[in-house]
């Protein structure tokens, strides 16, 4: 079976480009496993790069802000670029040069829209669903007011790439003899102790009682 081809020039990975792939699938996983997207853009005061959490339904992925958000105003004007990295270890290898990191990560190109009003509450439903499974069905839901003041924008998942790395430290050759440590330091997220607000008399639910695994 053939893999996926860049779907445009600007997606086209050429440095490492056996890391690259440009498979759906992975896209979405390496989206799905993100709380915070960092969004690249221009305006008159310059370049920016700007983190802002993000959450994908189907082939979209969202972000959400108020109304007069500079940033989410341009960027329903211009063409972006977004990008998600997940760091899974650290790579150490005989020779300073041939250190690395395992990771994955994405760039996501095009341009945002914005939700419509019909739409709106259910794209701000699937973003506390993805951050917390359950949570939506308990707390007070947003009102036409606070709705009102928000604006939620999608972007397309369709001009991706995704780039990835894994596995030990590829040494030249003539460096494999050297009497140094080598191999990889994992790293991982890791979920704390829930802690309940001082105000808050009642138990844990069971999302809460799950999230530490």
């Known amino acids: 079976m053939n ?6 020039p600007r997606t086209q990975v050429k440095r490492v480009a056996e890391y690259a792939s440009y498979d759906s699938a992975l896209l979405h996983q390496i989206v799905d496993a993100a709380w915070v997207c960092h969004i690249a853009f221009g305006d ?3 370049s920016h790069c700007i983190p802002t959490a993000c959450w994908r339904d189907g082939d979209w992925l969202y972000i959400h802000g108020s109304n007069g958000s500079r940033m989410l105003k341009r960027l329903q004007e211009q063409d972006c670029c977004v990008t998600i990295t997940h760091v899974d270890g650290l790579v ?17 190109y095009g341009r945002f829209e914005a939700v419509d009003e019909a739409h709106k509450r259910v794209a701000m439903e699937a973003f506390m669903e993805h951050l917390v ?10 009102n036409d007011k606070e709705y009102a003041a928000t604006t939620v924008l ?9 780039k990835t790395r894994t596995g030990p430290p590829k040494d030249e050759g003539e460096d494999l003899d050297i009497p140094v440590w080598a191999g990889v330091l994992p790293l991982a ?12 008399p009642l138990p844990a639910p069971d999302y809460v009682r799950a999230w530490q695994g």
């Open 3 to 8: 893999k996926p081809s860049a779907p445009s």
């Open 44 to 46: 008159t005061n310059g």
């Open 92 to 108: 150490l290898a005989r020779s300073a040069f041939n250190h690395s990191m395992n990771y994955r990560s994405a760039m996501i």
């Open 133 to 142: 499974p359950g949570r939506q069905a308990q707390v007070r839901a947003g």
């Open 154 to 162: 999608r972007i397309a998942l369709h001009e991706a790439a995704c």
């Open 189 to 200: 997220q890791s979920r704390g102790a829930p802690i309940v607000d001082d105000g808050c």
